[in-house]
């Protein structure tokens, strides 16, 4: 009889990637948090919100692009479009169903891509921070990372799109 193989959660995928990269990391559990204003609204957690960076999915064809601000900040979508190299109609928020496909729960959006097909893109205020807050793939479940060692791990360099 043939075995049925669960897929791997976005959430093992991304500790899986903090583990091979050897990264400094702490897991945070909390209440669920669907958005960085959750987060501005209690003062219960274990760590700093002030150092709380939140990803935004968009979608750009069939790539899909992760932003990462300040959970205080707004995308500057002039900006943005010229950091993408693209025009606004061809960037378009990433529907539920995708992000559910690739395995992220309400929430719990990462900076730490599970797909190939993945361009993470952060903004520059990161630099400012030593250990950032970020999401898990779950989304009662928080990152507290060396804000160098995410920056490794996704291979990319900052760029200004925040407001």
Do not use: W
């Not at 995308?75 to 378009?92: C, G």
């Amino acid at each position: 009889m043939d075995q049925i193989v669960k897929p791997r959660n976005a959430h093992e995928i991304i500790i899986a990637k903090l583990n091979e990269y050897g990264a400094s990391y702490t897991l945070h559990s909390h209440e669920l948090l669907l958005s960085s204003k959750d987060a501005y609204e209690r003062d219960n957690f274990e760590f700093d919100v002030e150092n709380g960076f939140k990803t935004l999915a968009f979608q750009v064809g069939e790539q899909l692009v992760l932003a990462v601000i300040h959970g205080r900040d707004k995308v500057d979508y002039k900006k943005f479009y010229a950091v993408l190299e693209i025009n606004r109609k061809d960037l378009k928020c990433a529907n539920a169903e995708l992000l559910l496909s690739l395995g992220y729960e309400p929430g719990g959006i990462s900076p730490i891509p599970v797909a190939e097909n993945t361009r993470v893109i952060v903004d520059s205020a990161i630099l400012k921070y030593e250990r950032i807050v970020c999401g898990s793939g779950i989304g009662a479940t928080s990152i507290e990372i060396n804000s160098r060692d995410l920056l490794n791990i996704v291979g990319v360099i900052t760029k200004s799109f925040a407001k």
